[in-house]
């Protein structure tokens, strides 16, 4: 069981700095993410982020732990797309529920204008199209670092 939590918080760590960087170079999306917690600058967005990151690995790790899902995910292109599933799963939530419910709560009507380096409806477009990319990239590293602590085997 030890094992598990290492590899999730590992595989969390690791997926989270992708992640990050998407947000990070593709709409400066940090300082935002760090806002929502009350600590509005890049340094705030990243800990809080990385954080974050931490314990969606160690639910990953829960999850893909049940004895359903680990009997189909014994190896490294299974959980990788099972990482890429979760990932997609977070983004729905987080960004569809959790975010509407974080902006109403600070009393936000909408993104901040200095958000993205680039105004009106193309830097919105950025915003989601680095939304997107971001958590594909979060599930890829998700379920490649996991299998890799698990020590999956590459298929040949």
Avoid: C
């Avoid at 993410?33 to 990151?53: D, E, K, M």
């Avoid at 936000?108 to 950025?126: K, N, R, T």
């Avoid at 958590?135 to 590293?141: A, I, K, P, R, S």
Wanted: charged residues 5%.
């Amino acid at each position: 069981m030890q094992f598990r939590w290492a590899a999730g918080a590992v595989s969390g760590l690791g997926a989270g700095i992708g992640m990050g960087v998407v947000f990070h170079a593709g709409a400066n999306l940090m300082p935002f993410i760090g806002a929502l917690y009350g600590w509005p600058t890049v340094v705030g967005g990243w800990v809080v982020h990385l954080v974050n990151s931490v314990f969606a690995g160690l639910l990953f790790a829960v999850v893909i732990s049940r004895p359903i899902l680990r009997e189909q995910t014994t190896s490294t292109a299974e959980t990788v797309a099972a990482g890429v599933v979760y990932a997609a799963a977070i983004g729905l939530v987080s960004t569809g529920i959790l975010l509407p419910v974080s902006m109403n709560t600070l009393g936000v009507q909408s993104f901040p204008e200095p958000l993205v380096p680039l105004p009106g409806m193309f830097g919105s477009f950025l915003v989601i199209v680095s939304v997107g990319v971001a958590h594909l990239v979060y599930g890829l590293l998700l379920g490649t670092v996991y299998a890799a602590v698990k020590g999956y085997q590459v298929p040949d």
